[in-house]
């Protein structure tokens, strides 16, 4: 079956830190991989996507995959308390559908 | 981006009795939607894919006969409860694919279903 897995937290970092999340999938053969932000109560958002090995850069997040490891993280510079959520990590399980498989997502609690 | 609405955004009812769940792409046309159901604390869980004009494609463990799910239309898919029953309660959520071509998901805004 696969799977993607993530700690589930909390992680508490101080205003103004580095968040580091991370995520590993089961599915060698994934090609498509997506962090959403939820929440409590409501839906997810989509944060980031990427595609390729490297370091993939929006804002304040970056996004890194390593395909032979597996790996996919997120990283959010100057946390701010409005990031405080669950992350949520998405593989792609089947390139023609487009269907998601997520992990059971890190709740990130950033403390003023 | 793309918007897909989802009605109601809450839902309380009796023991034994169906409800229903729709989910529309506003802009765009959608011929897959995806049905998500979430528990509190844990990850969202695909329940099943909808084709429009075409039977869903349920996961694994999913039973089809008691979540109806009609995609009559390229806009509107629709997820009915049948008989809940109080395991049933859950937050429900549907999705759509970019119509962009992307592999990224546009979601509803979620369902909380109550079955007292």
């Known amino acids: 079956q696969k799977e993607v897995e993530q700690n589930s937290g909390p992680l508490s970092v101080p205003e103004g830190a580095i968040a580091s999340l991370n995520c590993t999938y089961s599915?060698?053969?994934?090609?498509?991989f997506f962090w959403y932000r939820q929440y409590s109560g409501k839906s997810p958002e989509l944060i980031m996507s990427?595609?390729?090995?490297g370091d993939k850069e929006d804002g304040r997040f970056t996004a890194q995959l390593n395909k032979a490891s597996q790996y996919v993280s997120l990283l959010i510079r100057d946390s701010q308390p409005s990031d405080s959520a669950t992350y949520l990590c998405?593989?792609?399980?089947?390139?023609?559908?487009?269907?998601?498989?997520f992990g059971q997502g890190t709740t990130l609690q950033v403390k003023p | 981006g793309a918007v897909v609405s989802q009605h109601p955004s809450r839902v309380i009812c009796k023991s034994g009795t169906s409800v229903k769940i729709e989910c529309r792409s506003l802009?765009?046309?959608?011929?897959?939607m995806f049905w998500y159901r979430q528990f509190p604390k844990q990850s969202l869980m695909l329940m099943a894919t909808?084709?429009?004009?075409?039977?869903?494609?349920?996961e694994q463990g999913v039973e089809k006969d008691k979540f109806l799910i009609n995609h009559a239309s390229l806009t509107l898919s629709t997820l009915t409860v049948t008989s809940a029953h109080p395991e049933d309660s859950s937050f429900y959520i549907c999705?759509?694919?970019?119509?962009?071509?992307?592999?990224?998901?546009?979601f509803g805004s979620g369902t909380q279903l109550s079955v007292l």
């Open positions: 999705s759509a694919r970019d119509p962009e071509g992307a592999e990224k998901l546009f």
């Open positions: 599915d060698r053969v994934s090609q498509s």
């Open positions: 990427i595609y390729s090995n």
């Open positions: 998405a593989v792609n399980s089947d390139g023609n559908t487009g269907k998601l498989i």
């Open positions: 802009d765009f046309q959608a011929t897959t």
């Open positions: 909808s084709n429009e004009g075409s039977k869903a494609t349920y």
